[in-house]
Nanobody, 129 residues
Framework: QPQLVESGGGLVQPGGSLRLSCAGS????????IAWFRQAPGKEREGVSC????????NYADSAKGRFFISRDDAKNTVFLQMNSLKPEDTAVYYC??????????????????????WGQGTQVTVSS
């Protein structure tokens, strides 16, 4: 069964780093825009970053700019989210999601969440001392 599989979450101290991975299992990510979303307890799911398949252009939420970096390795069928300078408010379950077809201009985040039809199960990120 095709699916997205996230990994790399864990417990990290404030200021630390983590790298999340989103791998396709029987799911070729090559033709998909991939995004990372997160959801903290009691809050709405929000977009963090995305990367297109056409030209690997990227988009970041304001909260992620300058600290998080998204990349894709199509040979490994994996998208990565490098998260640096982590803060307690980054604590959430992080999900990767896939959107098929070309994306005009920038890839969508929170406003376009309904366009992402494929979702992983999520990986927990906890930032705490």
């Amino acid at each position: 069964q095709p699916q997205l599989v996230e990994s790399g979450g864990g417990l990290v101290q404030p200021g630390g780093s983590l790298r999340l991975s989103c791998a396709g299992s029987e799911f070729n990510l090559y033709y998909y825009t991939i995004a990372w979303f997160r959801q903290a307890p009691g809050k709405e799911r929000e977009g963090v970053s995305c990367i297109t398949y056409q030209d690997s252009s990227t988009n970041y939420a304001d909260s992620a700019k300058g600290r998080f970096f998204i990349s894709r390795d199509d040979a490994k069928n994996t998208v990565f989210l490098q998260m640096n300078s982590l803060k307690p408010e980054d604590t959430a379950v992080y999900y990767c999601a896939a959107l098929g077809g070309p994306v005009p201009n920038v890839c969508p985040l929170t406003v376009g969440i309904g366009r992402y039809h494929y979702w992983g199960q999520g990986t927990q990120v906890t930032v705490s001392s």
